[in-house]
């Protein structure tokens, strides 16, 4: 695998100071981060979660989905529990990228769900890759996680590699007007688990 460490900082949030560990995938240019908390790598299960890029719900504010609120509920949860990892993966809508996304975005105004308008647009209905997590993982000494996700495939990417998933964290986000039916989408087509339950109720031993 052909991403390498490239240096690492201190990065103070609102939330408390966490360590950014930076990356390159020397493959796709891509620039990859990891941010911890805590002492990670003494072998006990890590509090984490793959976080994918998403330009307009992490940065810009976005209510058509729930990236934003997950990724700072994600960072509060790691404060809280005073040790935790969290990989922001640069693979932008589902790593179709952020202009193809728009335009599954102008699909999605004109009637198309996010499965639908990607297909129209030919590309799969989630073409990220999770290898690149295995390297950051390995560099970071942790071998176990408990997985703040509601989608299966991440549990079982990781499984696949050799990171263990001692259980996962819900982690769900309030619906809100324009992020109902993408929701409503990912539970229906793209098999994620969006109970009743709410974030940090329950824990899903694996
Ligand atoms: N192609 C496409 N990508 C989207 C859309 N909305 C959000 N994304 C991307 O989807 C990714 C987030 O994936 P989600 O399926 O929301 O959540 P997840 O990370 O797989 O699962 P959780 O761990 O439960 O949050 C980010 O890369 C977003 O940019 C959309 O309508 N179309
Ligand atoms: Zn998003």
Same mark, same amino acid.
């Given at each position: 695998m052909s991403v390498v460490f490239v240096a690492a900082s201190q990065l103070p949030t609102p939330f408390g100071v966490f360590t950014m560990h930076g990356f390159l995938?020397?493959?796709?240019g891509k620039e990859h981060v990891a941010l911890t908390f805590g002492n990670? #790598?003494?072998g006990a299960p890590v509090l984490g979660r793959l976080h994918s890029e998403c330009l307009t719900g992490d940065?810009?504010?976005?209510?058509?989905?729930?990236c934003g609120a997950q990724l700072q509920a994600a960072l509060q949860a790691i404060a809280n529990e005073g040790r935790g990892v969290l990989l922001y993966l640069r693979q932008e809508g589902r790593g179709i990228g952020l202009l193809n996304k728009i335009r599954a975005y102008e699909l999605q105004d004109g009637g198309a769900d996010t499965v639908e308008a990607n297909e129209r647009l030919g590309f799969g209905a989630d073409q990220r890759d999770? #290898?690149?997590c295995l390297p950051m993982l390995e560099h970071l000494g942790i071998d176990s996680l408990k997985l703040m996700t509601n989608n299966p495939r991440k549990v079982k990417a990781l499984g696949d590699m050799g990171?263990?998933?001692d259980h996962r964290v819900p982690l769900q986000i309030a619906h809100n007007p324009y992020n109902k039916r993408y929701l409503a989408t990912k539970a229906g087509k793209?098999?994620?688990?969006?109970?009743n339950q709410h974030q940090g109720e329950t824990e899903e031993r694996l």
């Open positions: 995938d020397e493959a796709t990670v #790598a003494d940065a810009l504010f976005s209510l058509r989905c729930d999770y #290898a690149i990171i263990a998933v793209l098999g994620h688990m969006l109970g």
